[in-house]
């Protein structure tokens, strides 16, 4: 074949050129968590109860009852006693015939807003100590590092009891207290992470390049705490709702007439007998949520973890 034919016939040949994308990280940690099932169902039920609080106005309309609104001709018996799910109280009526479904879902809104927020607070200030006691080392190391010690050698619940019963109950002291406990745990894994990190290559050459310590850290190590960070908030996140559902059910969270799980929960232990909605509703409500978030860690923490690819496909 000569090099005419040869051009000729390469001519009509279609371009098939094979294309190799690349992908970070990060979609590659999606791509593992979309096939974890267990994690995106619990996914799909967090949406549902954030969908669900978020919907509460408009099912407190469609219903007609006020969370705060007491109906004792409807929703008690004629004996005083909370009736059981129908028609027109959906799951039920509480001890003062207050809609249980509507207070319910006003409580995911405490929770979920408690939970959220102390997660957050405690995420941030526990990743800053934490980058600082790991760089800088030394004596600020040593000082920052019993801090957290004495921060997680309080008895939680006793000192939490002792704020609130000084200070008043109430959702701003509830998110703060819960926060105080909760970073110091983020702090001390930051603090190794950061300590694993502060002589990697890519930390020397940042140095020789004339970044400061505090650029390095935010610039250069924050971004592979990311990972670490993420899963540890998330995990957090239950543990702070227990929390809020513990300390309103002793009447030391919220206001006893706000709608909260703990507050239902505590209402229950006189009538569940009689009306076991009360304590089953709300206790399901509070497990079902902090076993999502707990597959939906687990999930995330196996996503991040280049291994579990591997682990997964293996046979």
């Known amino acids: ?69 007491q109906f004792p001709s409807i929703g008690l018996s004629p004996q005083g006693l909370p009736i059981g799910p129908g028609s027109g109280f959906w799951l039920g009526a509480d001890s003062l015939g207050r809609d249980l479904f509507v207070r319910l879902l006003y409580g995911a809104r405490i929770s979920l807003l408690v939970g959220l927020l102390s997660t957050l607070l405690a995420t941030v200030f526990g990743v800053v100590v934490g980058m600082f006691a790991g760089f800088y080392g030394g004596w600020v190391d040593g000082v920052l590092a019993r801090v957290l010690d004495v921060v997680l050698s309080f008895p939680y619940l006793l000192v939490a009891i002792v704020l609130v ?48 310590k505090v650029r ?20 957090l996140i239950p543990t702070s709702i227990v929390f809020e559902a513990t300390l309103s059910f002793l009447g030391l969270g919220v206001d006893p007439r706000t709608p909260s799980w703990g507050a239902i929960l505590a209402d229950s232990i006189d009538f569940f007998r009689v009306s076991p909605g009360l304590l089953i509703f709300p206790a399901a409500m509070l497990l079902l949520t902090t076993l999502a978030f707990n597959l939906l860690g687990d999930g995330i923490r196996d996503a991040l973890d280049p291994r579990s690819d591997r682990l997964h496909t293996r046979k």
């Open 165 to 212: 019963a000084a200070l008043g109950a109430g959702v701003p002291l509830m998110i703060f207290v819960i926060a105080f406990f909760s970073f110091a745990a983020m702090a001390r894994v930051v603090r190794g992470q950061t300590i694993a990190y502060r002589e990697r290559e890519f930390i020397e050459a940042a140095r020789s390049l004339g970044a400061g």
């Open 1 to 69: 074949m000569s090099l005419t034919d040869a051009a000729t016939e390469a001519e009509h040949v279609p371009e098939q050129v094979a294309v190799v994308q690349g992908k970070g990280p990060w979609q590659l940690a999606w791509e593992r968590l979309t096939r974890d099932r267990a994690a995106m169902v619990s996914l799909g039920v967090i949406a549902v109860i954030v969908l669900l609080a978020v919907l509460a106005p408009v099912f407190a309309a469609v219903t007609g009852h006020d969370p705060q609104e």
């Open 216 to 235: 390095t850290m935010f610039v250069d190590v924050l971004p592979n705490l990311i990972a670490p960070v993420t899963v540890l908030a998330t995990l």
